[in-house]
Structures are given as C-alpha cells and as structure tokens.
C-alpha cells in the first residue's frame, strides 16, 4: 500500500457553491458553512473525497498529523479490509478522538458476542450497529433497540438507568459497557471514505 497515493488538502467551505456539492453527504451539520476543513483524496482525484473534517489548528499540524496517523496504522494494525479502514477513519482521525482512548490495552470481556462484535474496533465501540447489536441481546423490537441507542448517545438519564439493569453478565451492564469502551458517541462507519481510501492506498 502507497501511502503517496493519498492527499490532504486544506480549503474553506462554502456550502452554496457548486466545488461543495460532493462533500454534501460528508457533512453532519450546518455549522461547516464558510469554516475550514480537510479532505483526504487520491492523488489526481481531487474530487473523489475520502473523508472531511472541520478542524481548529494550524494547517501544516494537520496534514502531518493525518499523514504520520496512516502511516501508524499501516504499520501497527496492517488493516486488511474495509472495515479495517472505516476504523481509522472514524477513531483515529475526528477530533473527538482523545489520543488516550487509543493507548489502552482493551482487553476481552470474556463474553463470546460481545467480544464478537467489538473485535473490528479494537475493544473500542464506536459504530451504531455495535451498539444496536448488543442491546438486541435484550430487545427484539427494533423501535426498543433504536430507542435505547439513541438515548444513550444523548445521555438520556432514564435510558442509563434501563441500561443498568440489562447485565450482560453478573459485573458488566449495557450501561457500564458503553460507558468504558464508546468513544463518546456511535456514529455510522464512513464506508464511503474507507473504500476510497483503500483504493487510492493500492493504486500504482
């Protein structure tokens, strides 16, 4: 994999403008509007955005900071797949990563599912479909399953403690899993951008 395929550029947003249309579907609120961000593309590609992000910073930190961040994950994770990919996307790129969530040793919690499902995040629980998958340990009905997710990701008091009271086992709750291993929130994985990254990492 080329790591000199991929490019950082640094440009303002304009959300009005015809350049913006193909970052629209990155984009996750309205406050990116006339703010700056970065995409990471193919080198020739400029259009074909892998991932976006508003950041805070001068620009140089940035484009060294995703560039060394790749080259970490190349060589320590040796991803093997698009998921591998959506993973470095969404923890080791936003800024709502702490740079700790990502030194911890994140050991099994012995439970064969749910050790299943977090096995592509490193321990970490970071995708919504994680977090549905294990509340549908409890709930069979997608509306619950929904409900309790939502809930959780916006710290709903009454939904923490329902989640207390699901035990995955006689120590670990629904609530104390998410509460140890979520990186503050779920999200959905950026597909998208995994794919494209993988692609422009193995063109020659």
């Known amino acids: 994999m080329n790591i000199n395929n991929v490019v950082v550029s640094i440009f303002k947003i304009q959300i009005n403008s015809s350049e913006s249309l193909n970052i629209a579907p990155y984009l996750h609120d309205t406050d990116y509007d006339n703010t ?3 995409t990471v593309h193919q ?7 892998i991932y976006l ?3 805070q910073g001068p ?3 940035i484009v060294r900071d ?15 797949n698009i998921m591998d990919f959506a993973f470095f996307l969404d923890v080791f790129c936003p800024i ?33 479909h994680q977090l549905e998958a294990i509340i549908s ?8 399953v929904l409900d309790m997710r939502i809930g959780l990701n916006i710290r709903d008091v009454l939904v923490e403690n329902r989640a207390k009271e699901l035990k995955i086992t006689k120590s670990l709750s629904v609530f104390s899993l998410f509460t ?4 503050n929130f779920t999200e959905m994985p950026n597909i998208k951008g995994a794919y494209r990254l993988y692609n422009a990492l193995l063109e020659v």
């Open 36 to 38: 700056i961000a970065y």
């Open 43 to 49: 080198r020739m590609k400029p259009r074909d955005i």
């Open 53 to 55: 992000y508003k950041f």
């Open 59 to 61: 620009e140089s930190d």
């Open 66 to 80: 995703f560039k060394s961040e790749l080259a970490f994950f190349l060589e320590d994770y040796r991803p093997q």
């Open 96 to 128: 709502r990563t702490e740079p700790s969530i990502l030194s911890l040793d994140y050991k099994p919690f012995g439970h064969k599912v749910v050790d299943d499902i977090l096995t592509p995040t490193n321990g970490l629980l970071v995708w919504n």
């Open 137 to 144: 340990l409890f709930y069979e009905q997608e509306s619950k």
């Open 180 to 183: 140890s291993r979520v990186v």
